[in-house]
């Protein structure tokens, strides 16, 4: 008998399994945003369809993975693009999409202002779809959506996103088209940032990168820079660390980050490709209330869009041209746990460093 005959005659709907289900928040800052609840098996996740089709809250076999920040969920802000007080509308999650004309710190360049990490991560989708269905032997629910950054007369770009997940793989894999609509050429960075908490994270976690070189961002995180693959316990008033990784991969360019905790058994790993996304940074914060790792891969810098006018090479995409980013999630249980160290141990004895 095939999958589907056999998850028929076990079922009486599908959506035992899986499904993907539209919601509408009611209270709070989050009154009025639109999203997308996802079931996979052990597999639960929001995509938020008012904020870039970022990942909200995500769980595993009944453990949360993912970090919520202070202000909780929220739609979009007078908060979202005002310089520091973006602080006010970083609600964690996830997964937040940052860009795509600036990354990390706001910085004012050529008499323009630039958001702390962009606007893009609280653009509201629009051509939304979202779908389960079989597609050969495989169950599969998929969310699209497009998100543009545009002002007259100035930059169009364009972001198209497609989410999915399978029925029977824990994973989730988000395909990025990025695509300039307007005439000139436009500077276009993009930071996936993809932020762990409690209970996965925690002093028993461990992050597994294929790292070749670390090196701290500034002097608060340069004394820690030793202890980047432990999760110590909360500390009162801690400042955050962060590092920058010089990340191995294979001869095609893949690589991975990962986060494992064997005292749950569950881990997650994010498998991305180092010519797409040639950077790699490493947010972690041990602070007690702000308890969380972030694990980002990117296409610039940590220290931003002046750093890399100053270098004189801001990326950038020329007109009508477009790139692809591709991230998957993958959840892992059991002996996946030990598997996935030991590829981070051949990746940097065997790997190339492609950066």
Not at 216 to 221: F, I, W, Y
Not at 234 to 257: C, I, R, S, W
Not at 283 to 308: C, F, M, Q
Request: include cysteine; proline fraction near 5%; glycine fraction near 10%.
């Amino acid at each position: 008998m095939d999958k589907k005959k056999r998850l028929a005659a076990l079922t009486g709907n599908m959506q035992q399994l899986m499904y993907v289900r539209p919601a509408v928040y009611e209270e709070g800052r989050a009154r009025g945003m639109k999203a997308y609840q996802v079931k996979n098996g052990p597999l639960s996740f929001t995509v938020m369809a008012d904020k870039c089709l970022d990942i909200a809250e995500a769980s595993f076999l009944g453990h949360n993975v993912s970090f919520l920040a202070k202000p909780g969920l929220m739609g979009r802000g007078h908060c979202d693009t005002n310089g520091q007080e973006a602080l006010r509308s970083i609600m964690g999650g996830l997964l937040f999409t940052s860009g795509l004309e600036n990354i990390c710190a706001p910085c004012r360049s050529g008499g323009v202002d630039y958001p702390m990490h962009g606007r893009i991560r609280t653009t509201p989708a629009e051509h939304l779809s979202a779908d389960v269905c079989w597609k050969g032997e495989d169950l599969c629910a998929q969310i699209t959506g497009e998100m543009r950054e545009a002002e007259l007369f100035g930059e169009n770009l364009v972001l198209r996103r497609t989410v999915t997940t399978r029925y029977g793989e824990n994973r989730i894999c988000i395909e990025d088209r990025i695509v300039n609509e307007g005439f000139r050429t436009e500077p276009m960075m993009v930071l996936y940032h993809m932020n762990f908490g409690y209970p996965l994270l925690c002093g028993e976690a461990e992050i597994v990168l294929p790292s070749r070189k670390t090196v701290p961002r500034d002097e608060a995180a340069a004394p820690h820079t030793g202890g980047w693959r432990r999760m110590e316990e909360p500390k009162d008033q801690e400042p955050e660390y962060v590092f920058l990784h010089e990340m191995a991969a294979d001869g095609d360019g893949n690589t991975f980050a990962a986060i494992v905790n064997p005292t749950l058994g569950i881990g997650v790993k994010i498998v991305y490709n180092v010519k797409e996304l040639p950077y790699f940074m490493q947010w972690k914060s041990i602070a007690s209330g702000d308890y969380t790792v972030g694990l980002e891969p990117a296409n610039a810098s940590v220290y931003g869009r002046k750093y890399h006018e100053k270098r004189k090479d801001l990326p950038i995409i020329e007109p009508f041209a477009e790139e692809t980013k591709r991230i998957e999630l993958i959840f892992l249980a059991g002996g996946q746990l030990e598997e996935v160290k030991k590829e981070a141990e051949i990746l940097v004895n065997e790997g190339s460093g492609l950066q």
